[in-house]
């Protein structure tokens, strides 16, 4: 369906709505898709830079570059699903509320212009980190186990997001805000993102950029913060949703 298009869902919707609509209270929401590749983007907010220069070790001059880790889509949960805390893991289970743009069509050495033509929509990633396991400065464990990629709770078409940099975005932790921010703070943007990406790694349908974290971290909480089991976290994007899951404890 995401390789089709929002055209090919718009007219299966007008053939027969009342297939597709159904009251949310009446189901129960899974993740969008499983993403074939997701690409996360470290570092791509000033005020997250700065901070994570002061309480993660890494550098504090603005990237150049975009800087690009993978997540495994064994991370996936949907909303309402777990977030699991593995105490003989990580004492250090972080959060990180970020624009998630899903690709509809392939991307490979694309300009910035006409990166856009190849969204099929977007939605909310939450980048869970546990910071004690970063590897010699490696992120895949450390932001790779299993339901470390929260994603949902729907995807927006990209028709219905004109400008993916105007966008609001937050996250709380059992109600109390932690990260606010706008995508127009974005140091590159979801063009910008597509386009340095696919001029090395062919995106395809259904693959997803979680686009990078504001300000906020619980890292950089003073003193700092980070998820217990028992903790509720909700990451919400104007105009998609709040994405909400639980923690538990996974030991």
């Not at 369906?1 to 869902?9: E, F, I, N, Q, S």
């Not at 309480?55 to 504090?60: E, G, I, N, R, V």
């Not at 929509?121 to 869970?128: A, K, L, T």
Request: include cysteine; proline fraction near 8%.
């Amino acid at each position: 369906m995401v390789a089709a298009g929002p055209d090919v869902l718009a007219e299966i919707a007008a053939r027969s709505p009342e297939r597709l609509v159904r009251p949310l209270e009446s189901v129960r929401l899974h993740a969008p898709l499983r993403p074939g590749k997701i690409i996360g983007v470290g570092l791509n907010y000033v005020e997250h830079v700065e901070e994570s220069s002061r309480t993660l070790d890494t550098a504090k001059d603005l990237p150049t570059r975009p800087v690009l880790f993978s997540k495994p889509a064994t991370a996936v949960v949907g909303p309402g699903e777990p977030i699991q805390h593995n105490g003989d893991l990580t004492e250090q289970l972080d959060w990180e509320c970020e624009l998630a743009v899903v690709i509809g069509r392939t991307a490979r050495r694309v300009n910035r212009e006409n990166a856009l033509d190849h969204v099929f929509g977007y939605s909310i990633v939450n980048d869970i980190s546990a910071r004690d396991q970063r590897r010699s400065g490696q992120w895949f464990f450390s932001k790779g186990q299993d339901s470390y990629a929260p994603f949902g709770p729907a995807i927006r078409t990209a028709d219905e997001v004109p400008d993916p940099q105007t966008l609001d975005l937050g996250l709380k932790v059992n109600g109390e805000v932690k990260q606010k921010g706008n995508s127009a703070q974005m140091l590159f943007t979801v063009a910008q993102l597509i386009a340095d990406i696919s001029s090395g790694v062919t995106l395809e349908p259904g693959d997803v950029i979680a686009t990078g974290s504001p300000q906020g971290v619980g890292a950089a909480q003073n003193p700092p913060q980070f998820l217990r089991p028992g903790d509720v976290v909700e990451a919400t994007i104007e105009g998609i949703g709040t994405l909400r899951n639980p923690v538990v404890d996974a030991r």
